[in-house]
T-cell receptor
Framework: GEDVEQSLFLSVREGDSSVINCTYT??????LYWYKQEPGAGLQLLTY?????DMKQDQRLTVLLNKKDKHLSLRIADTQTGDSAIYFC??????????FGTGTRLKVLA | SAVISQKPSRDICQRGTSLTIQCQVD?????MFWYRQQPGQSLTLIAT?????????ESGFVIDKFPISRPNLTFSTLTVSNMSPEDSSIYLC??????????FGPGTRLLVL
């Protein structure tokens, strides 16, 4: 079955870049997503990438997709304390069913 | 995007009781979903709320435990029935706005004692 894995924790210093990684198993995924969950809040859609793209940039966010290795990454440039949150990657296993990763807790140190 | 609200935002309930969670969207949407996020865990899809027909449940979730209503294209409810402490979770509704984007409500934090 489909599986999406992420490392559990990442700690970076304010101003540095953060790179959050994700691996998935379903080679038929159409879209891959990054969501952010701040404490006590729901999930916020940050960005997503179509499976025929290698890279997508949106302001401080850069998404890289390596389809061959089934690897997705999210790079946050100039990480701020407000970026501290849990980041989930997700893939579509069908037209609407999302499979979510385990989440990476990002802690930004001032 | 869409504005999605959920009520209640949090609740503490006694085991054996039931809680109904409401989800309201500010625009008409075809597809609405309910997810569960257990403490420290990822999200698991409970069911798809279908307007005008019975919800479609994922493996491991049944209608008797999680009855769902979808009376129109902007509103849905999820009931957690006969609760036990294992039902303590965050329950989130989401909507499919376009073919490729799904947006989430703020969640309902449930603690069952």
């Amino acid at each position: 079955g489909e599986d999406v894995e992420q490392s559990l924790f990442l700690s970076v210093r304010e101003g540095d870049s953060s790179v959050i990684n994700c691996t998935y198993t379903d080679s038929s995924s159409t879209y891959l997503y990054w969501y952010k969950q701040e404490p006590g809040a729901g999930l916020q859609l940050l960005t997503y990438i179509f499976s025929n793209m290698d890279m997508k940039q949106d302001q401080r966010l850069t998404v890289l997709l390596n389809k061959k290795d089934k690897h997705l990454s999210l790079r946050i440039a100039d990480t701020q304390t407000g970026d501290s949150a849990i980041y989930f990657c997700a893939e579509t296993a069908g037209t609407y069913k999302y499979i979510f990763g385990t989440g990476t807790r990002l802690k930004v140190l001032a | 995007s869409a504005v999605i609200s959920q009520k209640p935002s949090r609740d503490i309930c006694q085991r054996g009781t039931s809680l109904t969670i409401q989800c309201q969207v500010d625009s008409q949407v075809t597809m609405m979903f309910w997810y569960r996020q257990q403490p420290g865990q990822s999200l698991t899809l409970i069911a798809t709320a279908n307007q005008g027909s019975e919800a479609t449940y994922e493996s491991g979730f049944v209608i008797d435990k999680f009855p769902i209503s979808r009376p129109n294209l902007t509103f849905s409810t999820l009931t957690v029935s006969n609760m036990s402490p294992e039902d303590s979770s965050i329950y989130l509704c989401s909507v499919l706005l376009t073919e490729e984007t799904q947006y989430f409500g703020p969640g309902t934090r449930l603690l069952v004692l």
